[in-house]
């Protein structure tokens, strides 16, 4: 069975602190995907980054950068001097890979709210 | 530039009542999925589907029916609404493979 653990459920920081927000997952499958949306306070939900089983290399965008290891289950997520406009809550998912005729089936964490104060 | 399109944005129905959540993409994705979303408890997943007329249950489908009616469209019913349905859902589709999820803007559901 597939499951994404967010055990953080609030983070409040001051502008131009780090921040790491958690992301354990299991999963039997061994190819599948690990996603991470953002969704600020306006509601929609935005894609920020996809990453494979096969690929544990770590990746930086910006200030944002991501750290996934297998050994322990994680794929977490960074955000370097972070600024107010960060606010928002952030989604684990995982997916597995069904085959390209078949749909995934994808689980979400239940997300870690992130306020940067000011 | 559409995207994902749901209708309607807000409804509130009595218990017991029944609607249906439009959902259409014009993207050209195989991969449609229905979400709810609850205070601190994420997204989970209500349906999903693969292509036109086939359907998966997902992590929640109990009181739920789905019908993917072409490839461009996926709707969601409730045939007797309870107020545990109360909540925030999100239609998405995706292309092939490991393509990310795009979201509709939700429709937020109040069942009194």
């Known amino acids: 069975a597939q499951k994404v653990t967010q055990a953080q459920t609030e983070i409040s920081v001051v502008e131009k602190e780090d921040v790491t927000l958690d992301c354990v997952y299991e999963?039997?499958?061994?190819?599948?995907?690990l996603f991470w949306y953002k969704q600020p306070p306006s509601g929609e939900l935005v894609f920020l980054i996809r990453r494979n089983s096969f690929d544990e290399q770590n990746e930086i965008s910006g200030r944002y950068s991501w750290n996934f290891q297998k050994s322990t289950s994680s794929f977490n997520f960074t955000i370097t001097a972070s600024q107010v406009v960060d606010s928002a809550v952030y989604f684990c998912a995982l997916s597995t890979f069904p085959g390209y005729s078949s749909a995934s089936k994808i689980i979400f964490g239940s997300g870690t709210r992130l306020s940067i104060r000011p | 530039n559409a995207g994902v399109t749901q209708t309607p944005k807000f409804q509130v129905l009595k218990t017991g009542q029944s609607m249906t959540l439009q959902c259409a993409q014009d993207m050209n994705h195989n991969s449609m999925y229905w979400y709810r979303q609850d205070p601190g408890m994420g997204l989970r997943l209500i349906y999903y589907s693969a292509s036109e007329g086939t359907t998966d249950k997902g992590e929640v489908p109990n009181g739920y029916n789905v019908s993917r009616l072409n490839k461009r469209e996926f709707s969601l019913r409730l045939e007797s609404a309870a107020p545990s349905q109360t909540s925030v859902y999100f239609c998405a589709s995706s292309g092939q493979g490991d393509s990310p999820l795009h979201f509709g803007n939700g429709t937020r559901l109040t069942v009194t």
């Open positions: 999963t039997r499958d061994t190819t599948y995907y």
